[in-house]
């Protein structure tokens, strides 16, 4: 497309009416207003559904601005130094993201020169940028804290204008996110004018957002927060079982659903299969394969762990119609320029309405366009979830990313980070790190502890001159003065801490990706499993690389990832107890309610269906002993807590031991006498103080609090993880870091790491303030408490989980079956 005619002075946004015209499109109303406010100098945060054009509204506003400064600049003029950082959360993202940031460029003919920076980058390329960065800049926040670590960094920005920040809601709520807010905090320094735009699909706290985005200095401009104008519809319908079982369990379903998943994919042309791990991934893949193996070729999987090669060729396969089918997880959930698909399926609950909201985005992904998504549920129960869903999006009720507060262990990361990026003055500094919403409250006394802790390993780690990182030059200025501990910094920066990962290679050449190092572990050579699809059979380990040849067949096992655990969250489920009020006053709305109506008429009959303000407690006795079924529908990592918290207020009442399991409706408590509850209600079982005594008094914190201190010592920089092919493994890693964890406890009680590890503990494993906030629910609402003579359909589910850690000879399915078939004939009968 030829460029467009200069525009009349009146008129700055002509280029782009101009150049969405000749693509047919319209612009919208919210994009006009970015690229307005972008051209006075604002700042912003622009929310919007998926595929409505958030990334052109964030886009063409530098775009305009260069055209109206160079009207009659040639096509082929020197290509202008970096003006734009576009930061995306996702390295798979940045070539889709790419793509189609250049696309306007090449129709108006900019002189820019446009290159992502990732761990994908290759070396070439950045030895080129080494030199010279490209005039806009696609990178992750961990790539940009590189960049803030080169000595010139500060000239490298001189010509800065902008940044964008793709995906902002995926960022916030994380340490990655501080990361973010910390970087910007060093350009607002070096560039006082420095517009800052972030896009964000589905959060609930757009404040929190705004604020965290543009930093908390006393001199900020207030920011512009943009509402897409153009909702999408959003379908929402599932998968109904032919078949109801009474007394389900999770994951009995696995894929047998696998005909309707085959037949919902072949009534549109294109479709994405999410699921929500990437084990879950690899097995539906398998299945939809061998079940139409005629689609050999045009159907694919990706996840974060396969190689970029692979990725890249799913991407292009999506967007340019190769593909009929890609099973996926969150690696797809974002991104900006794939082809709509017809069908979009989610395996399993969403276990939030965002996430739902957003994987049905990649449906219809255009103007306009309806965007529907279908659930296939691994547990009927989770049928309940979906009309839940249903209900949380008509009410706008989206997840909400609560900021992380002052992490003392990224601080000193970003600290010798900016000592290596030239130096600092400690006020300096200090000032310019409050200037960020999460170190906004940082006291005195934390920032002169992270001072000392760089400069000298803290209170016990002094007499080792490895932990002494940053040295005091004559003037004050802070800075690293030891090419080994910068070189160790630099490949240690990031918060991204997961068990080590081994790459997958063919013996014969070629990378598959990369699988965690504890599933390896577990492998003999000739052992088969599959990865990125394909049968193989497991070599050797070396040097943490997996070599590996192709298998003759797909019988093995399937790797697991960690982090595999997706609570259900607050706003899903509180409008799950909503659906099951009303299933207690017999409405039964929508098919999924009424496809799970004879499993609830049993549980109803059998013990009771808990009203929105009830606490259900159901009292069972068996051969194995006294069962206590709690069912506050609050989420797995609330109700773990919980089950410790009343394990142990019960256990002081009476000695007593417990066996727990939990899963995200409820949690059980077994115990070989009977438990004293209705003393223990009366005595403030329920009771939401002393929690902060309570709640580490009933779990091993301090051994909880030492494994979290793994992820706070690599951030931290007191342990590192190895250079490429020489890594430590994950049992090295965690006994190095428990060990600091040891010293400090002991010789260093006052040390602040030590502290936030007990506070993570808390917070992101045990999610403590939702279980405050659960138990103030709790506690003013009413209980009910039955006496059921055989185990709900509710129930069974929690007592299945605890019966798959028992040790048997007899399969799974085979045990449970019994179970169920005694459960039946109890619920037809009543014998």
């Given at each position: 497309m030829p460029r467009t005619a200069a525009p009349p002075a009146a008129d700055p946004l002509a280029p782009a009416e101009a150049w969405f015209a000749a693509r047919g499109w319209e612009p919208f109303g919210f994009q006009r207003e970015v690229w307005r406010a972008y051209l006075a100098g604002e700042s912003g945060l622009i929310h919007a559904a998926t595929g409505t054009g958030k990334t052109y509204a964030a886009w063409l506003g530098a775009v305009l601005e260069w055209l109206a400064e160079h009207p009659e600049s040639p096509s082929n003029a020197k290509a202008p130094p970096l003006r734009v950082l576009w930061i995306t959360p996702l390295r798979a993202l940045a070539a889709d993201t790419e793509e189609a940031l250049r696309a306007p460029l090449t129709d108006l003919e900019l002189p820019w020169t446009l290159e992502s920076r990732t761990g994908d980058t290759s070396a070439a390329t950045r030895a080129r940028q080494r030199k010279r960065l490209p005039t806009a800049l696609v990178t992750t926040p961990e790539s940009l804290a590189l960049l803030l670590s080169r000595d010139d960094a500060r000239g490298l920005f001189a010509d800065l204008q902008a940044v964008v920040i793709d995906e902002w809601h995926e960022l916030m709520g994380s340490k990655r996110g501080v990361l973010t807010e910390l970087a910007l905090a060093r350009m607002r320094a070096w560039r006082p004018g420095l517009r800052t735009w972030g896009l964000s699909a589905t959060i609930g706290n757009l404040q929190d957002a705004l604020d965290a985005l543009l930093?908390?200095?006393?001199?900020?401009?207030?920011?512009?927060?943009?509402?897409?104008?153009?909702?999408?519809?959003?379908?929402?319908?599932?998968?109904?079982?032919?078949?109801?079982?009474?007394?389900?369990?999770?994951?009995?379903?696995?894929?047998?659903?696998?005909?309707?998943?085959?037949?919902?994919?072949?009534?549109?042309?294109?479709?994405?299969?999410?699921?929500?791990?990437?084990?879950?991934?690899?097995?539906?893949?398998?299945?939809?394969?061998?079940?139409?193996?005629?689609?050999?070729?045009?159907?694919?999987?990706?996840?974060?762990?396969?190689?970029?090669?692979?990725?890249?060729?799913?991407?292009?396969?999506?967007?340019?119609?190769?593909?009929?089918?890609?099973?996926?997880?969150?690696?797809?959930?974002?991104?900006?320029?794939?082809?709509?698909?017809?069908?979009?399926?989610?395996?399993?609950?969403?276990?939030?309405?965002?996430?739902?909201?957003?994987?049905?985005?990649?449906?219809?992904?255009?103007?306009?366009?309806?965007?529907?998504?279908?659930?296939?549920?691994?547990?009927?129960?989770?049928?309940?979830?979906?009309?839940?869903?249903?209900?949380?999006?008509?009410?706008?009720?989206?997840?909400?990313?609560?900021?992380?507060?002052?992490?003392?262990?990224?601080?000193?990361?970003?600290?010798?980070?900016?000592?290596?990026?030239?130096?600092?003055?400690?006020?300096?500094?200090?000032?310019?790190?409050?200037?960020?919403?999460?170190?906004?409250?940082?006291?005195?006394?934390?920032?002169?502890?992270?001072?000392?802790?760089?400069?000298?390993?803290?209170?016990?780690?002094?007499?080792?001159?490895?932990?002494?990182?940053?040295?005091?030059?004559?003037?004050?200025?802070?800075?690293?003065?030891?090419?080994?501990?910068?070189?160790?910094?630099?490949?240690?920066?990031?918060?991204?801490?997961?068990?080590?990962?081994?790459?997958?290679?063919?013996?014969?050449?070629?990378?598959?990706?990369?699988?965690?190092?504890?599933?390896?572990?577990?492998?003999?050579?000739?052992?088969?499993?599959?990865?990125?699809?394909?049968?193989?059979?497991?070599?050797?380990?070396?040097?943490?690389?997996?070599?590996?040849?192709?298998?003759?067949?797909?019988?093995?096992?399937?790797?697991?990832?960690?982090?595999?655990?997706?609570?259900?969250?607050?706003?899903?489920?509180?409008?799950?107890?909503?659906?099951?009020?009303?299933?207690?006053?017999?409405?039964?709305?929508?098919?999924?309610?009424?496809?799970?109506?004879?499993?609830?008429?049993?549980?109803a009959r059998w013990s009771r269906i808990p009203a929105a303000d009830e606490l259900l407690i159901e009292r069972v006795k068996t051969r194995e002993g006294h069962h206590l079924f709690f069912f506050p529908f609050e989420g797995r990592l609330v109700h773990e807590g919980l089950a410790a918290l009343f394990a142990y207020r019960i256990s002081r009442l009476k000695p007593i031991s417990f066996t727990f399991s939990m899963n995200d409706y409820g949690f059980e408590l077994l115990s070989p006498d009977p438990p004293p509850i209705e003393e223990a209600l009366k005595a403030g079982l329920l009771a939401p103080h002393n929690l902060l005594d309570d709640v580490p008094a009933s779990l091993n914190a301090t051994e909880m609090a030492r494994r979290q201190f793994r992820e706070i010592a690599r951030v931290a920089g007191l342990v590192f993880q190895g250079y490429p092919y020489a890594g430590k493994s994950a049992r090295q890693l965690q006994a190095s870091s428990g060990l600091f964890f040891d010293v400090f406890t002991r010789y260093d009680p006052g040390n602040l790491l030590v502290t936030q590890a007990h506070r993570e503990v808390l917070e992101r494993q045990l999610e403590s303030s939702r279980l405050g906030r659960t138990l103030e629910r709790l506690a003013a609402g009413r209980v009910a408490l039955t006496d059921p003579r055989r185990t709900p359909p509710l129930a069974f589910p929690l007592l299945v989980d605890r019966t798959r850690e028992a040790v048997s000879s007899e399969s799974m399915a085979d045990r449970v079956r019994r179970m169920q078939v005694a459960l039946e004939k109890y619920a037809e009968t009543g014998k």
């Open positions: 930093g908390t200095a006393p001199d900020r401009p207030t920011g512009r927060s943009v509402q897409g104008h153009v909702p999408k519809e959003v379908v929402v319908d599932a998968l109904i079982p032919p078949t109801i079982q009474r007394f389900p369990w999770a994951g009995h379903l696995g894929t047998q659903m696998l005909p309707q998943v085959v037949e919902a994919v072949e009534e549109g042309e294109t479709a994405i299969v999410f699921t929500n791990t990437r084990s879950q991934t690899e097995i539906w893949y398998q299945a939809l394969l061998e079940a139409r193996p005629d689609w050999a070729g045009q159907i694919a999987l990706h996840h974060g762990s396969l190689d970029r090669a692979r990725r890249e060729w799913v991407e292009n396969g999506l967007r340019s119609g190769v593909l009929r089918c890609v099973v996926a997880t969150s690696s797809l959930d974002l991104g900006v320029d794939f082809s709509p698909v017809d069908r979009v399926l989610q395996i399993g609950s969403p276990k939030g309405v965002a996430r739902l909201l957003q994987r049905a985005g990649r449906s219809g992904h255009r103007p306009g366009a309806v965007s529907r998504v279908t659930c296939v549920p691994t547990n009927v129960l989770e049928l309940i979830e979906v009309a839940a869903a249903r209900d949380g999006m008509r009410a706008n009720a989206v997840e909400s990313r609560l900021p992380v507060e002052r992490p003392l262990d990224l601080l000193a990361q970003h600290v010798v980070t900016i000592a290596l990026g030239g130096g600092f003055q400690p006020d300096e500094l200090k000032a310019e790190v409050r200037t960020t919403r999460a170190y906004a409250e940082l006291l005195d006394d934390e920032w002169q502890w992270v001072l000392d802790f760089v400069t000298r390993g803290g209170d016990a780690l002094s007499a080792y001159p490895e932990f002494q990182r940053v040295v005091v030059s004559e003037d004050g200025t802070f800075n690293v003065g030891d090419k080994q501990i910068a070189r160790r910094h630099r490949m240690s920066i990031g918060t991204i801490v997961s068990d080590a990962s081994v790459t997958v290679k063919y013996i014969g050449g070629g990378t598959l990706g990369s699988v965690e190092e504890s599933f390896i572990a577990r492998l003999n050579p000739g052992d088969k499993f599959i990865f990125a699809g394909k049968p193989l059979e497991f070599a050797r380990v070396r040097d943490m690389v997996a070599w590996v040849r192709r298998a003759k067949n797909s019988k093995g096992a399937i790797p697991r990832w960690m982090g595999a655990r997706m609570p259900l969250s607050t706003e899903l489920a509180a409008s799950l107890r909503g659906r099951l009020e009303e299933a207690s006053r017999g409405l039964w709305r929508d098919p999924e309610m009424e496809a799970i109506r004879p499993i609830l008429e049993i549980q």
